[in-house]
């Protein structure tokens, strides 16, 4: 839950480094940063949830399946846990350093999903099979 509320803000996984075994060390020794603004309830919440003691996680000693320390944080103030199935969700923004979670984000028109045409060309041209050492 705590890489995925990392993920979610920041738009990047906790842990990263240039091999999957490089990747798996950082999570052995719990080296991760955050990202400059990154919202302090969230980081005290992920803080809590990235434990590699299982026992030591927030939530890890309540009582029943509720999950009740998790729900009581302040990072999930205004949640109404028993409707919350009947809520409108928010509106989901970017993380953009620097800025205000207040601000209104739109996607410019000029943008398409996917690879365009040119960066298609780019990467078919790219012969993958030869090696150059």
Known sequence: LGCIIYQ???GLPPFRASTEFLTFQKILKM???FPEGF???AKDLVEKLLVLDHNKRL???DNGDTYES???HPFFEGIDWDNIWEQT???ISPYLPGGSFEEEYTVPDHLEPGLGKNQLVRLWEFDLSTSRG
């Open 8 to 10: 979610m803000i920041s």
């Open 31 to 33: 080296d991760y940063e």
């Open 89 to 91: 969700p928010p509106t």
């Open 59 to 61: 939530g890890a000693n």
């Open 70 to 72: 998790i729900r009581q």
């Open 39 to 41: 919202p302090s309830d």
